[in-house]
């Protein structure tokens, strides 16, 4: 079940970039997209934390998780949107899962961890297949830009912030209760950049799709899974995102890379998967799910 519980999150996060791309075909700019997501699925967390009576933080606490929604969370959110806006739902679905191998490298630079011969090899197949996406402009249907990589690679690095985060505050605090306090105060900080627009009700319906379906309940499947099997483990069986995203995508979009880009995100993913390999449960048991 706890299998199960996993594959069911990530396949509603593979869900997240083609919806998105909906709200943008509306309209809507990746900004905006931002903040009505971090604001409704930070309301949906709030509600969730009072129902569990959870909903405090110790005082202590406040100004770095406040911090964490306005660096990691914010950063993610906006640059998730705008990835999608500059390369397309795959891509950025592809890109966003470097976050695993970034957070390898700052391990090892900030928190004094070990690098062994795994991690460099997963470091090394990432880095491969991310330039090999870039040099892979011909045979498919999606334009790649400097944009679509570069918003691509800082939606990975913005959340493998939430990997070093969770080692500290994961276990001392429910996921909903971070995200009733982070959500917000990322939807405020991005609210200065935001160009409202009126909304259709395609628009509303995908910004609702957005925080109540990948953001919201795939955390519920998730943290579902994570009492039931070891966190290296689920982090594998999430793998399978970026592959229903491309999947989705192509469906809903017509979105293709090339036969040599799906090579290079194959690199992309075993890169994740060596990572997941070589960290212990333990050393992984508090890692948050997926914003």
């Not at 931002?34 to 934390?49: P, T």
């Not at 795959?90 to 090892?108: C, E, G, N, R």
Request: with cysteine; charged share 10%.
């Amino acid at each position: 079940m706890g299998t199960l519980f996993v594959t069911v999150a990530a396949v509603l996060w593979g869900l997240m970039g083609p919806v998105t791309r909906i709200a943008l075909a509306e309209g809507l700019t990746p900004l905006e997209i931002a903040f009505w997501r971090g604001m409704l699925a930070g309301g949906l967390f709030a509600v969730h934390a009072v129902v569990i009576q959870r909903p405090w933080l110790q005082k202590r606490d406040v100004p770095m998780v406040i911090a964490f929604g306005l660096t990691g969370v914010a950063g993610l959110l906006a640059t998730y949107s705008l990835a999608v806006e500059a390369g397309g739902a795959a891509l950025a679905a592809i890109l966003l899962y470097t976050a695993p191998v970034w957070v390898a490298l700052f391990s090892v630079l900030f928190l004094a961890e070990r690098m062994t011969g795994r991690k460099l090899a997963a470091l090394a197949l990432a880095t491969l297949g991310v330039a090999g996406i870039a040099l892979s402009t011909g045979g498919g249907s999606i334009r790649l830009t400097a944009a679509g990589l570069g918003w691509g690679l800082a939606s990975g690095l913005a959340y493998a912030l939430y990997y070093l985060f969770g080692k500290r505050y994961f276990e001392r605090y429910a996921t909903a209760t971070l995200f009733m306090y982070a959500l917000p105060a990322a939807a405020l900080l991005i609210l200065p950049a935001v160009r409202f627009h009126p909304k259709s009700a395609a628009a509303w319906g995908a910004l609702a799709f957005l925080a109540i379906v990948p953001t919201y309940t795939s955390y519920v499947f998730y943290s579902a899974g994570l009492k039931r099997i070891e966190a290296t483990r689920a982090a594998t069986v999430a793998t399978i995102e970026p592959v229903v995203a491309a999947f989705a995508a192509f469906l809903m979009w017509n979105e293709r890379l090339s036969a040599a880009g799906y090579a290079c995100a194959a690199l992309v993913l075993f890169g994740v998967l060596l990572t997941a390999a070589a960290d212990r449960p333990a050393e992984t048991a508090t890692e948050p799910p997926h914003p």
